[in-house]
């Protein structure tokens, strides 16, 4: 049996837009269950009891096998411990959902990974202006590195630049 997919208390704060602190004293509440701690001894939260009061509207998958194409509950999880093609995919969740400033930031912890559709898609989001002020230069230097790292569409866009 698989278990619930589960976010650090840092994350499920973020996307809660509450304060650790609120977090912690609902753990100590019972209104949210104690989950084993993360590898890298980070409290934890089972997504499933926290959806409803989330900043993003998630799907999950409800029979088995869940995946992250399937599953966001599943897709938060991966981007919380680090998957840089689930942060990606959950940026553009977040776009969807016009939360800006949560696409940007795992965006931009994709590309930190060298991820090259993350990187695309900063450029866009910077040429366009869609939650940044729009910058070209900004806006080029990620397409360029999103090139430099395979992402094909971006070297066709530099080579009729």
Known sequence: MHSKPAITID???SLMRVSK???WRYLSEGRLSQQPKDEEGRAMVLIEEIADQLC???TPFASQPASPDNDDYL???LADQGNSAAQNDLALLCLEQEQYELALQYFNLAAAQNHADAMHHLSALYETGTG????????LAWRSKAAAFGHQIARVQLDTL
């Open 56 to 58: 993003v509207e998630l």
């Open 21 to 23: 602190r609120t977090l």
């Open 75 to 77: 897709l938060l999880a």
């Open 132 to 139: 940044v002020e729009p910058c070209a230069d900004t806006a």
């Open 11 to 13: 994350t499920a704060a």
